[in-house]
């Protein structure tokens, strides 16, 4: 599956046509919320990953559990009629990366920007309001944050603001030490 810290040139290119779609049809909020939605139901369900991702799957029985977690989960029409054409199309599999570029559109269509924030355990509310704080002092903006939890980065955070990513992770810093310690 795509990562979703990188959108590929397929999903960027989708992710415009949805972009356009809904911003014409009025429905940019609705469908935004849908796929944050959806991207936290993929990030939840190992099932939903392996259904996008695993090649024993057709196109068609993606697009019947794409549609079938659409309606469960009530999306705006746009977004279900969306998610089907990028199954029939056999592109489900970059759904993950659609979903960010779409994110990164729609806040820059509003003139904010968006950061994703991983650290090895849940930040805290004063954590994330410094993170924050630290953000749009950097960015001379205000930042739209989005949290992950990723334990293999072991501590610290990383942040990534567009295609700019700052590494503070202790996972970094360990295999930076190791590097060096190989070197010499």
Request: no cysteine.
């Amino acid at each position: 599956m795509a990562d979703d810290s990188k959108a590929t040139e397929a999903g960027q290119r989708y992710a415009k046509a949805l972009f356009d779609l809904a911003n014409d049809g009025k429905a940019l909020a609705a469908v935004e919320g849908d796929l944050k939605s959806l991207k936290s139901m993929i990030a939840d369900s190992a099932d939903l990953r392996r259904l996008l991702a695993s090649p024993a799957f057709t196109a068609d029985d993606k697009g019947k559990g794409l549609k079938a977690v659409a309606l469960k989960a009530r999306f705006n029409p746009t977004t279900v009629k969306f998610l089907g054409l990028l199954s029939a199309h056999g592109r489900a599999r970059e759904l993950v990366s659609v979903i960010g570029a779409f994110i990164e559109l729609s806040a820059k269509h509003r003139g904010v920007v968006s950061a994703e924030v991983v650290s090895a355990v849940p930040l805290s509310a004063a954590q994330a309001s410094g993170v924050a704080a630290a953000l749009r002092t950097a960015l001379g903006k205000d930042p739209e944050i989005s949290t992950r939890v990723d334990p293999a980065i072991l501590g610290g955070i990383k942040v990534r603001v567009g295609s700019r990513l700052f590494d503070a992770s202790l996972k970094s810093k360990l295999d930076s030490l190791k590097f060096a310690l190989k070197r010499a």
